[in-house]
């Protein structure tokens, strides 16, 4: 039996270990778009569709170069 440890846990399910890691990857996403839309100023909802975003041109050409970086 292989134990792969991830942040902290102990895993000997590939597949959980996997759904730990997209869980991770999906929250870091979220926060990074989270973050660049508040330093611009635009407006942020999450849907079932994804994620919407919301505010004037300029506000979203900021919020197109902080997510970039």
Do not use: C, W
């Amino acid at each position: 039996m292989i134990t792969i440890k991830y942040k902290g846990r102990t895993f000997t399910n590939g597949r959980s270990l996997a759904q730990a890691m997209n869980r991770d990857m999906d929250k870091q996403i979220e926060r990074r778009i989270r973050q660049a839309a508040a330093a611009s100023g635009v407006r942020v909802r999450k849907t079932p569709k994804g994620f919407e975003v919301e505010g004037d041109s300029d506000r979203m050409d900021r919020f197109h170069k902080r997510l970039g970086k």
